[in-house]
């Protein structure tokens, strides 16, 4: 049974920084890209990043270029999104999924395309 499970969310200032993190069990780590999304409150489940199989490449929504950061581990199955100079705009739920593509397309990365998903970790932004 695969389970992906995300940790290190909360409240932080403006300005400030996060790193969240995705445990993933009962599948081959390296068979799958990883990603994250995140869901604000009313609005749809939007990508974030995504990193590719062995972590030598990694893709990012423009909104969170040169602010976020996503990198794998291989040694303990877990993907990270390191998020700073955060911005009220950033509150929201942050899903993690597991891929078996990855593209560096942004039209690729819906919901619908994802193989598996975490619950979730709330990550809240105050200006």
């Known amino acids: 049974q695969v389970q992906l499970e995300e940790s290190g969310g909360g409240l932080v200032q403006a300005g400030g920084s996060l790193r969240l993190s995705c445990a993933a069990s009962?599948?081959?780590?390296?068979?799958?890209?990883m990603d994250w999304f995140r869901q604000a409150p009313g609005k749809e489940r939007e990508f974030v990043a995504a990193?590719?199989?062995?972590?030598?490449?990694?893709f990012y929504t423009d909104s969170v270029k040169g602010r976020f950061s996503i990198y794998r581990d291989a040694t303990n199955n877990t993907v990270y999104l390191q998020m700073n100079s955060l911005k009220p705009e950033d509150t929201a739920l942050y899903y993690c999924?597991?891929?078996?593509?990855?593209?560096?397309?942004?039209?690729?990365?819906?919901?619908?395309?994802?193989?598996?998903w975490g619950k979730g970790t709330p990550v809240t932004v105050s200006s």
């Open positions: 009962g599948l081959t780590f390296s068979d799958y890209a």
């Open positions: 999924a597991a891929d078996e593509n990855y593209y560096t397309d942004r039209n690729y990365y819906t919901p619908a395309a994802m193989d598996y």
């Open positions: 990193i590719s199989w062995s972590g030598s490449s990694t």
